[in-house]
């Protein structure tokens, strides 16, 4: 079971760069073994030179596609009392639908209205990462997203739009290759005034 964490510390510097940490336990050997049975239950021979190390290498894969990595939440104070929107456009997503475990890739459009403090833009890229890497639908990792960001910058609001394309949707079932699916979650001023959710939501719409 993996979780999202703060490690708290008392030192001031340190309640603003907040270590955020994917917890899971992982059994890298047990992982390979069911990958051995899988494949073996398919009707694949593990002992053919071509597959013998496919069990090791698709447990690693997925281990990796499910594992995200630390990072310091560094956020700073809101000197000039910015009260306009910030945005990050096409932050890569990577993920795995729970459903099939088959992935989903796409983008990621953040963004939020600061209020005391305001957080590294590259801490919004590391900020998707995070959530991405785990089996989940899209609609929880749209919501986890800006749950995180809301609770720990505590903005005036929050925006995020999510857009993928699912690989269960296009190798299987429907097979309708190029359909993308778009969630979004809004908190704030980004859902309650109207003027700042449709200017939000033009920014994500817009090309460079």
């Given at each position: 079971?993996?979780?999202?964490?703060?490690?708290?510390?008392a030192?001031?510097a340190s309640?603003?760069?907040?270590r955020v940490?994917?917890?899971?336990?992982?059994?890298?050997?047990?992982?390979?073994?069911?990958?051995?049975?899988?494949?073996?239950?398919?009707?694949m021979?593990?002992?053919?030179?071509?597959?013998?190390?496919?069990?090791?290498?698709?447990?690693?894969?997925?281990i990796?596609m499910?594992?995200?990595?630390?990072?310091?939440?560094?956020?700073?104070?809101?000197?000039?009392?910015?009260?306009?929107?910030?945005?990050v456009?096409?932050?890569?997503?990577?993920?795995?639908c729970e459903?099939?475990?088959?992935?989903f890739?796409?983008?990621?459009?953040?963004?939020?209205?600061?209020?005391?403090?305001?957080?590294?833009?590259?801490?919004?890229?590391?900020?998707?990462?995070l959530h991405?890497?785990?089996?989940?639908?899209?609609?929880?990792?749209t919501k986890r997203?800006?749950?995180?960001?809301?609770?720990?910058?505590?903005?005036?609001?929050?925006?995020?739009?999510?857009e993928?394309?699912?690989?269960?949707?296009?190798?299987?079932?429907?097979?309708?290759p190029?359909?993308?699916t778009?969630?979004?979650?809004?908190?704030?001023?980004l859902?309650?005034?109207?003027?700042?959710?449709?200017?939000?939501?033009?920014?994500?719409?817009?090309?460079p």
């Amino acid at each position: 079971m993996s979780a999202v964490t703060a490690a708290p510390d008392a030192d001031t510097a340190s309640r603003w760069r907040p270590r955020v940490t994917h917890l899971q336990r992982v059994d890298p050997l047990a992982a390979e073994r069911a990958a051995a049975d899988l494949l073996t239950a398919l009707g694949m021979d593990l002992t053919d030179d071509n597959l013998v190390e496919t069990p090791r290498r698709m447990a690693h894969a997925l281990i990796e596609m499910t594992s995200g990595a630390d990072f310091e939440l560094t956020t700073f104070p809101n000197d000039d009392d910015y009260d306009e929107l910030v945005l990050v456009r096409d932050i890569r997503v990577q993920s795995l639908c729970e459903h099939h475990m088959l992935p989903f890739v796409g983008v990621a459009h953040v963004g939020y209205i600061p209020g005391e403090r305001i957080v590294g833009l590259s801490k919004l890229a590391r900020m998707v990462e995070l959530h991405a890497r785990r089996p989940q639908t899209q609609e929880r990792l749209t919501k986890r997203i800006a749950d995180h960001l809301r609770t720990e910058l505590d903005p005036r609001g929050v925006g995020v739009v999510v857009e993928a394309e699912h690989t269960c949707m296009g190798l299987r079932g429907a097979r309708t290759p190029g359909a993308r699916t778009s969630t979004s979650a809004l908190f704030g001023h980004l859902r309650d005034d109207s003027r700042t959710r449709a200017e939000f939501l033009a920014l994500t719409r817009s090309t460079p």
